[in-house]
């Protein structure tokens, strides 16, 4: 039998082994089993067959992954920029008791609730270039012109989507941002006035340095939901049209599920891995500074 000291000690290990154990089982397991996966030429029926690093070797030499992978960047600096500042922006405006703040935030925010599958379709139907709501507006307003076929146009496909992940991005980081502002001291914007200070002032020198613990996290986040976008690709158009579209995610999915090509499919997982860890460890290495400062 066990004393009660003992039994004491290891009952915080005991309800952290449950927890632990699913998270090996389900999370760690499955990611080891796709690093080996991406050194095979699996078919997801057959036994795996080891090829070592040649499903990497012709990865970077496809097209479609460079493509992926140029698409991906596209919506990194998308996300990073316009919905970083719109939410910033928003955040600031209303952060004031002005009429009808609350109904605001709630109507910037609603597209977060929607499931991005069901936020692809609605959008989809607008983009529909025959009767879609953008195309009639455009013909109703006279100007005709502008009509497109926004998602069979490898032009504009790409940024057609990215355009639906900033409107819900939006809404997200205004409401990070409203949480980081409550945390600025008043005292600090008073007393900036009261030496003379602008809007503008106040807000470049007291407000957005304190807002910086705020605005890595914001960056960090939208880069992560950038790299990990999928959803909206699939829904929209699959990739096409002539995976114009095309994101890493979206394609992994493609090569291993429709192509039946696991090996290769894992191959990209694991670059895409890679890519958000290194934005990961900026994030952790920003919050242990942070932790280290106080």
């Known amino acids: ?27 760690i397991g499955p990611m080891l089993y796709t690093f080996f996966l991406s050194l095979t030429n699996w ?10 690093t040649r ?13 992926s992978l140029i698409n991906n960047l596209k919506w990194v ?39 991005l599958v069901v936020s692809g379709l609605i959008w989809s ?12 507006v455009l013909r109703v307003i006279g100007l005709d012109a502008l009509t497109q076929g926004w998602l069979s146009d490898p032009d504009l ?18 409401i990070l941002y409203l949480a980081g502002l409550q945390g600025v001291d008043p005292g600090l914007v008073d007393a900036s006035k009261v030496d003379g200070a602008s809007g503008w002032q106040t807000f470049r020198h007291v407000i957005f340095p304190l807002l910086a613990p705020v605005t890595v996290i914001v960056v960090v986040i939208s880069i992560i939901d950038s790299l990990r976008a999928f959803d909206l690709v699939s829904v929209m158009t699959r990739g096409g049209p002539y995976n114009s579209s095309s994101v890493l995610a979206n394609f992994m999915y493609i090569e291993a599920f429709n192509n039946y090509k696991m090996g290769y499919g894992a191959a990209i997982s694991v670059i895409l891995f ?19 400062e106080y």
Do not use: C
């Open 1 to 27: 039998m066990l004393s009660a000291r003992t039994r004491a000690k290891l009952t915080p290990y005991l309800f952290l082994a449950v927890p632990l154990v699913i998270y090996l089982v389900w999370v």
């Open 43 to 52: 078919d997801g029926l057959s036994a795996p067959e080891i090829i070592g």
């Open 55 to 67: 499903n990497y070797v012709r990865l970077f030499k496809d097209p479609v992954f460079e493509k």
């Open 77 to 115: 600096i998308s996300f990073i920029t316009i919905p970083v500042v719109a939410g910033l922006a928003l955040a600031m405006a209303l952060n004031r008791a002005i009429p009808g703040s609350k109904f605001f935030k709630a109507a910037f925010y609603s597209p977060l609730v929607l499931s």
């Open 125 to 136: 139907w607008m983009y529909q270039p025959a009767h879609g709501l953008i195309n009639e």
């Open 157 to 174: 496909v790409m940024w057609s989507i990215i355009a639906v992940g900033i409107w819900r991005q939006v809404g997200y980081v205004m």
């Open 274 to 292: 890679l890519i958000s860890l290194v934005f990961i460890f900026v994030y952790l290495w920003r919050v242990l500074q942070d932790e280290l």
